[in-house]
Nanobody
Framework: VQLQASGGGSVQPGGYLRLSCAAS????????MGWFRQAPGKDRELAAS????????YYTDAVKGRFTISRDGAQNTVTLEMNNLRPEDTAIYYC????????????WGQGTQVTVSN
């Protein structure tokens, strides 16, 4: 399994960024895909996740109403759209994949930096 993340960058507060994760190496039926983030000096946290089959989503409270996770089965991509970005969203963002029936994410992409500042 290979995961390739892209789309990070620097924006001002209130701005928008779109992260993409290209997944390859197998079919992802029954898998769950997640976007994690790690801010300087803080633990890594799960920002959002989506199940590949049903599209069931999860968002951590801090991003609810601002972030949207989606998947495209034809392109094998998972996208995280981030609106109304705040300075506290500054972090390295990682996409990850969890095999169906597992509670852990075994596969990780490289991180992409998101910086929100004036």
């Amino acid at each position: 399994v290979q995961l390739q993340a892209s789309g990070g960058g620097s924006v001002q507060p209130g701005g928008y960024l779109r992260l993409s994760c290209a997944a390859s190496g197998r079919t992802f039926t029954n898998w769950k895909m997640g976007w994690f983030r790690q801010a300087p000096g803080k633990d890594r946290e799960l920002a959002a996740s989506i199940t590949w089959n049903l599209g069931t989503t999860y968002y951590t409270d801090a991003v609810k109403g601002r972030f949207t996770i989606s998947r495209d089965g034809a392109q094998n991509t998972v996208t995280l759209e981030m609106n109304n970005l705040r300075p506290e969203d500054t972090a390295i963002y990682y996409c990850a994949a969890s095999r169906g029936g597992s509670n852990s994410y075994a596969y990780w992409g490289q991180g992409t930096q998101v910086t929100v500042s004036n």
